[in-house]
Structure formats: C-alpha cells, structure tokens
C-alpha cells in the first residue's frame, strides 16, 4: 500500500450535514463545499490506525484514477484540522439498488431495470480495462439516481491487478446477516462472492463478474444468492460448498435467455465463465433488444418462435395473405376435384354403355350365326 499523504485542509471551507452511511472503516455525510458553492460528499475515516488509513488513502487514489461516469468521482483529499483524514466525492441523489428492488412487486418491474444492470457492467469493464477490479460488488453498492444515473460506489476493497495484498481484520456491521463486508482472508460480501474468493485465493476480473452475475440472479428472484444463511460465516461455508438455489425454482417466469446469462457469470469454475464484464454487459444488451445470446442453446422451434415475435407486423400481414392463398388453393383443389368426379362419372356410364353394346353385339352376332347355319344348304 501507498504512503498515506494527506494534506491539511481548513474545516471552514465545508459545511457538514446529515450522515448518509456509515461502514468498517468510515462514514458518508453530506455537505457543502463553500468555496465552490456545490453539493457534495465527504468520506471520512472513522477509528484511525496506520493500517486503516493506508486502506482509505488506497481506496481514494484508485478511485479518483476511474474517470467514468458509472463510478463515483473524487474531488479533493485532506486532513481536518484533528487530523482525520477524508476524501470529497460527487453526491448523487437516488437510492442504493438493493433498496430499489425492495421496492418492486413483480418480475416485470425488475426486468424493467435491466437497463443499470448493464450500466453498472460497463462501468465495471472500463474499471478492468484500468486494471482495477472491485471485490464487493453488490446492490448496495450501486446508488440509482433519479435522472438515470448508475453509479458504482464504495472502492474500499478495490484493488489494481498485480499488486500485493494487506489483509484488514474487521468488519462492517451496517449491513445486516450474510450481506456483510468481511476483510480479512475472505474480503467482500459473501451473498455475492465467488467461490474462489469465499476461499480467500488470488482474484481477477472474473471475480467481478461473478458478482455482476449474483446481482443478476438477486435481480430477477427478487432474492439474494444463499438467502437462507443467518451468518457471514455460514455464508462463507456455503459459497464454498455448492451454488445457490436455481434461479428458476425462486422465479420460474424468468426468460431462459436470462437463466443463461446468470448461469454463465456464476458458474463454480473461473474458465467457464464470461471472460469479462464487457462480454457480460453485450449478452444483457443482446437480450434487451430481443437478439440471440452468446450462451443460450436454441432449438429450431426457439428460433422460429422468436423469428415470428420479432416480425410481429410482417408477419400478420403475410399471413392474411398467406390465407387468402390458402383458401384459394383449397377452392381450386375442390373444383378440380369436382371436374375430375364429373369426368369419372361419365367415363363410368360411356363403359356401362359399351359394355351393353358388346353384349347386344355378341348377341346380335350368335343370332346370326344360327340363321346362316340354318340356311345353308346341305353337301
């Protein structure tokens, strides 16, 4: 971890207010930046030691380097004049996602949301393109705002690909049950890990889609992965033993296409899932427009049911005609059926007469045999 270097900042220049989040190593609260007249957020480092300090100094710097819309941006770093650090953030105004599902009623309404699942996947495949990778990625950490912004928050655990690792001994008690951040061997939020990082082994990019992937499965279920478990521990255990309940036994309505793509990002083994977050987000693109997805095993039937779905329109009016060509057909089929039964008919009663009129020929014929026998004269 860098040297933590925090310069002195006058508390005059802030105007603190509310608290809007507090976690293992810090808390959020609202305020004003009084120089520049604007609305902002201010992490501050709550229980300072050397060791959580490095964290909070790592986890401003990554952050700050993330120049993407998706992902919360750092202004400004300092001290207070007590000589607790703090960083200054965007402030979004909207709800984190966990609590926005909460607030849906149906699969629909959760289809409907689709679109951040997306959002929060791109941000992610810019944030592997830096090197970064995330390692608690979960609802929670994603503030919906209410002009359509996704914002992806809470780089405490991030970490640039290659470097090494310092493990933190806590945990953070503001989210409840199995959804804990645990730091230590096991870091990020067990519901929403993947196995390997249960385990406490080396992670890349794939952990993150995993966790993309949990959050899929959360969206449509309406449920968390291992929803059953009462503690981070039991979670943990749970993650390393085996996957969640299918998807489809929590909410059978979900399109398979999406089952698919679920599947796909949690899959047990790193080599078997998505390569990336991108190929992630393009799968749940693919499926918003109504396209094929790179993992689902289609049946002709499948893909002529979706063919017809899609031409909706054509196909209406190329049935009506295909009908009215049908109807045609069957009336054109009839009537030479028709013919054909009167030209059967009369070719049947044309050999019932010549069949009389050789009968009445041989009859005419031995007649006349008789009549010349009888009259010929005698040798």
């Not at 902002?40 to 986890?59: D, G, M, Q, T, V």
């Not at 401003?60 to 770093?77: D, F, K, N, W, Y």
């Not at 690792?165 to 199995?178: N, P, R």
Request: hydrophobic content about 40%; some cysteine.
């Amino acid at each position: 971890l860098n040297t933590p270097h925090f310069a002195k900042v006058e508390d005059s220049h802030y105007e603190l207010g509310e608290e809007i989040a507090r976690g293992a190593m810090g808390r959020i609260v609202r305020a004003r930046d009084l120089r520049l007249g604007r609305s902002i957020a201010i992490k501050e480092l709550l229980h300072p030691s050397p060791e959580l300090e490095r964290w909070f100094y790592r986890e401003m710097q990554i952050t700050s380097g993330l120049q993407h819309p998706g992902i919360i941006a750092v202004h400004e770093g300092g001290r207070w004049a007590s000589g607790a650090a703090f960083f200054t953030m965007k402030h979004v105004q909207g709800e984190p996602f966990d609590k926005v599902i909460r607030d849906t009623s149906s699969l629909a309404e959760r289809l409907a949301l689709l679109p951040n699942v997306i959002a929060v996947a791109e941000a992610l495949a810019y944030a592997h393109g830096e090197q970064v990778i995330h390692r608690d990625l979960k609802p929670a950490n994603i503030l919906i705002g209410g002009y359509g912004e996704t914002v992806v928050i809470d780089w405490g655990l991030a970490k640039v690909l290659g470097d090494s690792d310092t493990k933190v001994s806590t945990l953070d008690q503001q989210a409840e049950g199995a959804a804990l951040t645990v730091m230590g061997q096991a870091m990020g939020t067990p519901v929403y890990m993947p196995p390997e990082q249960a385990k406490g082994e080396e992670l890349d990019q794939r952990a993150d889609v995993y966790a993309l992937g949990s959050m899929l499965y959360h969206l449509l279920s309406g449920k968390t992965p291992y929803a059953g478990a009462k503690s981070p521990a039991t979670c943990l255990r749970l993650v390393q033993e085996g996957p969640p309940v299918e998807l489809q036994k929590l909410e059978p309505s979900v399109p398979s296409d999406l089952v698919a793509i679920v599947e796909k990002a949690m899959a047990r083994d790193t080599q078997d899932r998505y390569a990336s977050a991108e190929e992630f987000a393009e799968d749940l693109k693919r499926f918003s427009v109504g396209h094929l997805v790179s993992v689902q095993n289609y049946s002709t039937a499948d893909l002529l049911k979706r063919w017809v779905r899609q031409h909706k329109r054509s196909v209406l009016t190329a049935g009506a005609m295909a009908l009215l060509l049908a109807v045609l057909g069957v009336w054109s089929v009839l009537a030479i059926s028709s013919e054909r039964d009167r030209a059967r008919v009369e070719r049947d009663r044309a050999e019932e007469h010549r069949t009389e009129l050789e009968g009445l020929f041989e009859v005419l014929l031995g007649d006349l045999h008789a009549c010349l026998l009888y009259t010929s004269p005698s040798p």
